[in-house]
């Protein structure tokens, strides 16, 4: 059984940092795309960043410059260190893990981010 924890979640300044982070246990990390996914409210869930299986990134181009994703494959850990928070950068961020040709695709509780002006 995959399941996903994230942790690092809290309430900054605006301006300020929060490094998330998603251990994965369950086996097969090194095979999933690894995806932060936020959701304000009212709003639908969005894709923050992604960093594939094979290390591609992308990004959203809200925070593209601010937020950096990366992946520890030998402690089956993505990150998402984010810099300079917006107060629209608040919402609860889901950690995805993503394994498209098994068919496979798991989500974290979430963790909440609150920005304050």
């Known amino acids: 059984q995959v399941q996903l924890v994230e942790s690092g979640g809290g309430l900054v300044q605006a301006g300020g940092s929060l490094r998330l982070s998603c251990v994965v246990s369950g086996g097969g990390f090194t095979f999933y795309d690894m995806g932060w996914y936020r959701q304000a409210p009212g709003k639908q869930r969005e894709l923050v960043a992604r960093?594939?299986?094979?290390?591609?990134?992308d990004y959203a181009d809200s925070v593209k410059g601010r937020f950096t994703i990366s992946r520890d494959n030998a402690k089956n850990t993505v990150y998402l260190q984010m810099n300079s928070l917006k107060p629209e950068d608040a919402a609860v961020y889901y950690c995805?893990?993503?394994?498209?040709?098994?068919?496979?695709?798991?989500w974290g509780q979430g963790t909440q981010v609150t920005v304050s002006s």
């Open positions: 995805n893990a993503n394994w498209p040709t098994r068919g496979r695709d798991y």
């Open positions: 960093i594939r299986s094979g290390s591609y990134i």
